[in-house]
């Protein structure tokens, strides 16, 4: 299945980058935490060391563009953050959001 992802050269999304989020302080109360959507509940009950083995981003274009608004997405690539379609196996999604295990390349 495909996704498409926010990442950084490297493969890292941008919430493990500290420019973001002191760039974005606001995220957290625009879009949920996966530990707070009931449909993400297969990943939140997972031990923490499995449970890192996975990766976020969104299901299609209309998921992302509502996660990230047009100056969100012109700072992320101003950081070095660009849009990745990914291929991987789903392991759950909410209507914001989707948790998927890379596929190795």
């Given at each position: 299945m495909k996704f498409l992802r926010i990442e950084n050269e490297l493969g890292r999304?941008?919430?493990q980058d500290y420019r973001i989020s002191q760039a974005l302080p606001d995220r957290g109360r625009r879009q949920?935490?996966?530990f707070y959507e009931a449909a993400l509940?297969?990943?939140?009950?997972?031990e923490t060391t499995v449970r890192w083995q996975f990766s976020f981003g969104f299901l299609d274009e209309?998921?992302?563009r509502a996660w990230f608004d047009p100056e969100d997405l012109e700072l992320l690539?101003?950081?070095?953050y660009t849009i990745h379609e990914v291929e991987g196996e789903l392991?759950?999604?909410s209507k914001k959001q989707a948790i998927f295990k890379?596929?190795?390349t």
């Open positions: 999304g941008p919430y949920p935490s996966p509940k297969k990943w939140r009950d997972m209309a998921q992302l690539q101003e950081c070095g392991l759950c999604a890379r596929h190795s």
